[in-house]
């Protein structure tokens, strides 16, 4: 980042393919849609080209660059729920790119058809599950559980304090817990909506 700040289009190139697909996955489960995935990505790099002159390395890259991702995530589900020009449901777009990796890494894995119809019935209850979260305990989950990030790193990326951040994954847990039991009970699906707490 100290050489985009010094505009060495190389580097930027390079931040671009280090993090372009960890954004694109990361959206792809906040948005559910590919395309509006890959656009807010790319609306980061935007963010972080524009802002590279005044970047102070006090932090690591990856949880400045992940600020920035929360910031613009929750900046395009405020206008969503605004203007509701677009879904936030993958049923409405079960054909996008998003949706469709889950299941081909699935298909190409061999599993008996049955098994694989359960393991795809599964990733989308759970994909359901997550969306059914509130935007922050859904994000502090997200960095947790796929990019891996540690309390401190998420507290930092969200302007939490690290208690906030532990209390904010524990009630994520407890809520999936609970819009998850009667599936795995009993088979039935997960209720549209927000958990109650």
């Known amino acids: ?7 060495n ?7 671009v ?14 948005v559910y849609r590919a395309d509006l995935a890959e656009d807010l990505a790319q609306e980061v790099f935007l963010r972080i080209y524009r802002a590279r ?13 992940f600020r920035i991702a929360h910031n613009v995530a929750s900046n395009a589900l405020r206008s969503n729920n ?11 777009t079960s054909d996008s790119r998003v949706g469709g990796m889950d299941e081909l890494a699935v298909a190409r894995s061999g599993a008996q058809p049955t098994r694989l119809f359960d393991t795809i019935e599964k990733r989308e209850m759970v994909h359901k599950a997550i ?22 790193e998420i507290a930092e990326t969200m302007e939490l304090s690290v208690q906030a951040i532990k209390s904010l994954l524990s009630r994520a847990r407890a809520n ?4 998850l039991e009667p599936y795995m009970d009993q088979g039935d699906l ?8």
Not at 132 to 150: I, Y
Not at 176 to 179: F, G, N, R, V
Not at 190 to 197: C, E, H, K, L, T
Request: proline letters at 3%.
């Open 1 to 7: 980042m100290l050489q985009v700040r010094d505009d």
């Open 9 to 15: 289009a190389a580097a930027f190139e390079e931040l």
């Open 17 to 30: 393919l280090r993090y372009q697909q960890r954004l694109v996955s990361l959206f792809g489960h906040i």
């Open 53 to 65: 002159k005044t970047y102070q390395p006090g932090a690591k890259f990856s949880t400045w660059c």
């Open 82 to 92: 605004r203007r509701r020009e677009y879904h936030l449901s993958r049923t409405s």
């Open 131 to 152: 969306a059914a979260l509130n935007e922050r305990q859904r994000m502090a989950l997200l960095l947790s559980k796929f990019e891996g990030q540690s309390y401190a």
């Open 176 to 179: 999936l817990k609970s819009l």
């Open 190 to 197: 997960p209720v549209d909506g927000q958990p109650s707490s």
